[in-house]
């Protein structure tokens, strides 16, 4: 069982930068591949980043490459996702997920991740 708690977003302005955290609960959170989520009002919830339990592989949704970094702290237990270059388009509320991905191509899909963080709202103005 992971318990995890997404923090850091906030109202930034377009161009501006921001650090998400995702705080995990349980000794084996190493075991597992991390992903971040996102959802915007009245649209499905995408992929944005997926990283590897080793941390070795990381993996971004062309909408956010160049300008997103994943990143994690397995002694700490947490998760990262560095957003630079942010537009008001990445405007959403962010999830960490955690889960056992089966193959490189399986990171992208919601349904290989077990648990899910409550969701921490980015709001990007123009």
């Known amino acids: 069982q992971v318990q995890l708690v997404d923090s850091g977003g906030l109202l930034v302005q377009a161009g501006g930068s921001l650090r998400l955290s995702c705080a995990a609960s349980?000794?084996?959170?190493?075991?597992?591949?991390m992903g971040w989520f996102r959802q915007a009002p009245g649209k499905e919830r995408e992929f944005v980043a997926a990283?590897?339990?080793?941390?070795?592989?990381?993996y971004y949704a062309d909408s956010v490459k160049g300008r997103f970094t994943i990143s994690r702290d397995n002694a700490e237990n947490t998760v990262y996702l560095q957003m630079n270059s942010l537009k008001p388009e990445d405007t959403a509320v962010y999830y960490c997920?955690?889960?056992?991905?089966?193959?490189?191509?399986?990171?992208?899909?919601?349904?290989?991740?077990?648990?899910w963080g409550q969701g921490t709202q980015v709001t990007v103005s123009s």
């Open positions: 997920a955690a889960g056992v991905p089966g193959y490189s191509g399986s990171y992208y899909h919601s349904r290989v991740y077990d648990y």
């Open positions: 349980g000794r084996t959170f190493s075991s597992y591949a």
């Open positions: 990283i590897s339990w080793s941390g070795g592989s990381t």
